[in-house]
Nanobody, 121 residues
Framework: QVQLVESGGGLVQPGGSLRLSCAAS????????MGWYRQAPGKQRDLVAT???????TYADSVKGRFTISRDNAKNTVYLQMNSLKPEDTAVYYC???????????????WGQGTQVTVSS
């Protein structure tokens, strides 16, 4: 019913930048909070940043000042601009969206398939 498609991952040198995108499609009536999470090998999936439909944002302490989350409500898309990347940012990045499907009155969380970000020289 709803698909989240991520793009923009890849290999970058330390200090470099990447921009991730995640577009939601399907039978969407409304989208609430959207966010990015990441999971490094052998570790749990952790929150990176969230943005509400109002534009309010939150960030993990480890990325504050380096990452910026934004959204385009008309395109049902969320972005993550990542600057000053460090090797410890290496992980699979997943987007998340709380979606109200047409014909319902509640939000359901959906996940993207994940995109690999590797920071290495």
């Amino acid at each position: 019913q709803v698909q989240l498609v991520e793009s923009g991952g890849g290999l970058v040198q330390p200090g470099g930048s990447l921009r991730l995108s995640c577009a939601a499609s399907g039978s969407i009536l409304s989208i609430g909070a959207m966010g990015w999470y990441r999971q490094a090998p052998g570790k749990q999936r952790d929150l990176v940043a969230t943005i509400h439909s109002s534009g309010t944002t939150t960030y993990a302490d480890s990325v504050k000042g380096r990452f910026t989350i934004s959204r385009d409500n008309a395109k049902n898309t969320v972005y993550l601009q990542m600057n000053s990347l460090k090797p410890e940012d290496t992980a699979v990045y997943y987007c998340n969206a709380n979606v109200m499907i047409r014909g319902t009155s509640y939000y359901t969380p959906y996940w993207g398939q994940g995109t690999q970000v590797t920071v290495s020289s």
